[in-house]
């Protein structure tokens, strides 16, 4: 910081603040002019030139930045401190008059707090005016209080009408004069019990109409740290953590340990390969389904353990895919042309099956009302029913006939589906609208975000694409690292704010890159065969879950190790601990 | 200018004892006791007896409600037609409020005040009273009120306005006709020829009005 005490001989400095710094609740009114360090005692601080600056950047001003800190001692109770930071400093928080005005309204010195209000040296006549208003109708209502009505009656009609403002205001006003519930509709009762709370609004309220440099904004420090704070946390790449607390003592960074990449559990109760698996909408559930005929539905405890609630079985032929309704108690699945079931969550029992003559039925969905469901058929037609199994509707030719992924927005707006090897349609059912993404090579899978605005596509040339959505279609992100090919792989979003991709790979791994850039963060060994399918807590940002063809089911975590040794630094800059940071 | 041919309707005919009624009509709705006495003597025409005492009350009545006195009117009102003000809350707002607005001018505030918050503000439970309240309450604001955006409830023409309503009103508490048969025609001829302006355009005749009509 600018080092002013070196320049000045300490005795010009110390005589200057003892003269000019008096007590800022002397009433003694000398007409002080508007600079807020009371006038003489100004000059042999600002004379120093590069002494107004403070900070590496040299854009920080001492002046206001002592301010600050002065008042937010004072709004933390620190008034000794506050007191003394002005005397040492020797710059006031407010000027002399300022602290008059203050201290007249908090006592209710209504009168006079006007009359100081104009000595401030407020240019602007509409602030005069409205924090005057402010006064005067405080005046009124405390008269009221003490059912002093005349008075008020007469504060309103010499001095408040007058000032020519808020006219509804006033004839508000007017009719709280007469009657008292009117008081109460405007909030006004009662406030003999909290006179000096009202009072401190009050003030609020006024240097909410003044400049800044007149009176200092409440809670400036503090709001000022909470945006460092906040473009610390957009700024970290890695960041993956529901946790909002950030330490002020070094800048917010997240390591590579806040995205699960160690194995935490195995589950091993499929008896084929297991080809997808989907947590449901509140993370409390994930539900897989497998070669082997069956579906599970896995419970997730709160110590992040899952253990098996159910396993559904009926299906005659492998299980391609689940969806969870909307409000996650019952489970739609699909077997490989076959048809599509829907499941009680809670008691396992299977409620209902969808099937349509003759065709196979290759995929399942619901929209986002729980009330009615879509399936496709092996004909490339998609059929909608509504729970009870009556056919509401069925198209054509949209669709491949290998895969048959769909979606619904959850305004039940737009519809997404495959409708050539390489091409994905955006139907809106109200607008009758359609958006069309196209792409060079097949595409074999998608997903969409959890906000709608975004489609990731898995390609059979082991990319995986990010697409907007939102107005006109447009690619932003390719993926690359996984292997596909001679299977369905399937990718996902994750994390917090879904800022992370994740896919399964021929290779065995799991693969997780981070969205925004594109960049691969991580693979996980550990499958011993293919792995098809992923998906991420959409509650627990560090939790993930793989689907292989080794029969198993993975759940990722956190390396716990890492996780004891973040709390001794808690901000997330835990890789330099344990030497094991990846 | 002549907007129709008198070969029109020059052929209809109308009885005189239909035009002494017109006339009569009105000379009682307005209360012009006098007149319609001689009238009545002039033309031999039979009126029941207490008509014309009634209608000196209601003349005192419209009387004081046109200048102000409110409370005189409300007072003779009670006496002359009981539960009328009860069964129209309106009017007796209307009434009560004239009062008020003429302590409001004679700045007596704190009566004005005093009355307000007995007499005026019970109607207030009334949602569709609160928002006519909240503008006379304002009134209270204003040292000027006449400068006040309010100023028209102060003037003369509210105060006829009032008036009007409270004469219709006892009319019609004593079973006669609220209005007067010559209002009702010159209004009816203003509605017909409205009418017959909008269906036939150009072609028909142009909608009526009293002052031309009079002129020739």
């Not at chain 2, 007596?108 to 007499?119: I, R």
């Amino acid at each position: 910081m600018g080092g002013v005490e070196d320049d000045e001989p300490p005795s010009k400095r110390v005589k200057a603040s003892t003269e000019d710094l008096r007590s800022p609740f002397d009433n003694s009114s000398r007409s002080v002019p508007i600079s807020p360090l009371g006038g003489s005692m100004a000059r042999p601080l600002l004379s120093q030139g590069k002494d107004d600056m403070i900070g590496s950047k040299g854009v920080i001003k001492k002046v206001e930045f002592v301010r600050i800190i002065t008042k937010a001692l004072y709004s933390l109770g620190y008034e000794r401190s506050g007191a003394a930071l002005e005397e040492e400093s020797g710059i006031c928080l407010h000027s002399s008059v300022v602290n008059l005005f203050r201290k007249q309204v908090l006592d209710g010195n209504w009168n006079e707090s006007v009359l100081t209000l104009h000595k401030i040296g407020l240019s602007d006549e509409s602030i005069l005016k409205s924090a005057s208003f402010l006064i005067l109708e405080r005046k009124f209502f405390e008269l009221l209080e003490k059912d002093r009505v005349m008075d008020a009656l007469k504060t309103l009609r010499s001095e408040i009408t007058p000032l020519g403002i808020d006219k509804k205001r006033v004839h508000e006003l007017s009719s709280c004069v007469v009657s008292p519930q009117q008081r109460l509709l405007l909030g006004f009762a009662n406030l003999g019990i909290e006179t000096s709370n009202s009072r401190l609004k009050l003030l609020e309220d006024l240097q909410k109409l003044f400049p800044p440099t007149v009176m200092i904004p409440e809670r400036r420090l503090e709001h000022l740290v909470e945006q460092a704070l906040s473009v610390q946390r957009e700024a970290c790449y890695l960041h993956n953590s529901l946790d909002n607390s950030l330490s002020l003592y070094t800048d917010h960074h997240c390591g590579k340990d806040q995205i699960p990449s160690c194995t935490v559990q195995v589950l091993q109760a499929h008896h084929d390969e297991v080809w997808f698996l989907q947590f449901s909408n509140n993370g409390k559930y994930l539900a897989s389904s497998s070669n082997d005929r069956s579906v599970i539905i896995w419970e997730v405890h709160e110590d992040g353990e899952l253990s098996l609630k159910h396993m559904l079985t009926g299906h005659q032929k492998p299980v391609l895919m689940v969806a969870w309704s909307p409000d996650d108690f019952q489970l739609l699945t699909s077997g490989m042309e076959e048809a599509v079931r829907r499941w009680d969550v809670r008691t396992g029992d299977c409620i209902h099956v969808y099937e349509k003559g003759g065709l196979g039925l290759i995929s399942c969905g619901w929209f986002p009302d729980g009330r009615q469901i879509f399936s496709g058929a092996t004909d490339k037609s998609t059929c909608l029913w509504d729970l009870d199994g009556k056919e509401v509707e069925s198209w054509k030719g949209q669709r491949t006939t290998r895969t048959s992924d769909m979606a619904v927005t959850k305004d039940g707006r737009w519809i997404i589906s495959i409708c050539r090897e390489t091409a994905i349609l955006l139907v809106d059912r109200e607008a009758k609208l359609e958006k069309l993404i196209e792409e060079d090579q097949t595409i074999t899978s998608f997903s969409l975000s959890g906000d709608d605005n975004f489609l990731l596509l898995n390609l059979v040339n082991q990319e995986i694409h990010l697409w907007s959505i939102k107005d006109d279609p447009v690619c932003v992100t390719r993926y690359r690292g996984h292997k596909r090919s001679r299977f369905l792989i399937r990718s996902c979003f994750g994390g917090y704010k879904q800022a992370f991709i994740a896919s399964g790979s021929e290779d065995s791994q799991v693969y997780i890159w981070h969205r925004g850039t594109g960049d691969l963060i991580k693979a996980l060994p550990g499958h011993s065969g293919a792995v098809n399918c992923v998906s991420w807590n959409p509650a627990d940002p560090h939790m993930l879950a793989s689907a292989s063809d080794d029969h198993t089911i993975r759940i990722w975590g956190l390396n716990r190790a890492h996780l004891k040794c973040k709390e001794a630094y808690s901000n997330g800059v835990a890789d330099q601990c344990n030497g094991k940071g990846q | 200018m002549m907007d129709l041919d008198p070969r029109h309707y020059e052929h209809v005919t109308i009885n005189d004892g239909d035009i002494r009624n017109i006339v009569q009509s009105y000379l009682v709705h307005n209360c012009f006791n006098e007149t319609a006495e001689s009238f009545l003597a002039c033309t031999g025409m039979k009126q029941p007896v207490d008509y014309l005492a009634d209608m000196d009350k209601r003349k005192s009545i419209f009387r004081f409600a046109l200048e102000g006195n409110a409370l005189k009117a409300i007072e003779l009102t009670e006496q002359l037609a009981p539960n009328l003000l009860e069964d129209n809350k309106d009017l007796h707002f209307d009434l009560l409020s004239l009062h008020f607005v003429n302590l409001i001018c004679s700045r007596k505030c704190t009566e004005a005040l005093e009355f307000a918050q007995t007499k005026l503000t019970p109607f207030g439970k009334v949602h569709k009273y609160v928002e006519k309240l909240e503008d006379f309450m304002a009134l209270l604001a204003y040292e000027e009120p006449e400068k006040s955006p309010m100023f028209h409830l102060l003037s003369p023409d509210h105060r006829q306005n009032v008036a009007d309503c409270l004469n219709r009103a006892i009319l019609a508490h004593a079973n006669l006709p609220c209005y007067s048969s010559m209002e009702r025609l010159i209004q009816q001829a203003t509605v017909v020829r409205q009418c017959l302006h909008q269906e036939l355009g150009k072609d028909g005749p142009p909608p009526f009005s009293l002052k031309g009509f009079l002129k020739n």
